[in-house]
């Protein structure tokens, strides 16, 4: 059972599953020519709302020193190992940030663009409008921004079905500086309580394939 929590706003409810602050372990493992670059990871995902009809989206992980937490065979940490490893010596690996979003067409009563106010009362606040934006899958459509701090950014176009939400880029823009990275996949699902994820990556001149996925438990 997923509970929805109070003043949340009508269209955030598919998506309502995500919210809160999510720790625990991951593994890396991409193939680049006929090397292999697999390593551990620890990680810290949030997401929020400020009462907009978007979730705040924020990631933080780490590599882990040789004291590790490894996933078992479920994909589970150890969790004094795990406990242990923060403790230890760890190094700060990469962050994101962005915002999700229930895809729907934009009316006058929302803001933008930039800060101007929207005309008339804000759309789709009330459960019953909302659900006049499933889809033919009996889901919802959903937009992913996501920005890099080396220079990348990603949007995301896909569906929220239940605890579960496919994504794939529609668009990657990179800065000069930014090393070589063009299409991404990424699956979040809700399985025994726990956040699961898969993300796939076509970079440094591979095809889309395997990147890492990660495991991770709700700590607040």
Known sequence: M???PAGLPAELVPLSWLIGVWEGTGLIEYEVGDET??????QRVSFSHDGLPYLNYSSFTWLFGADRGTPDASGRADEPALRQAQDDETTPLVTEAGYWRISR????GDPGPGMLPGTGPRPFSTAASVETLRNASDGFDVEVSVVHPTGVSELY??????PRVDLATDAVL???SAKEYSAATRLYGLVEGDLLWAWDIAALGQ???THSSGRLRRVD
């Open 37 to 42: 670059r697999r390593h551990e990871f620890g």
């Open 174 to 176: 990179r800065t000069e």
């Open 105 to 108: 067409p934009p009316t006058e």
């Open 207 to 209: 095809e889309l394939r």
């Open 157 to 162: 176009l896909g569906r929220v079905k239940g």
């Open 2 to 4: 997923i509970d929805i």
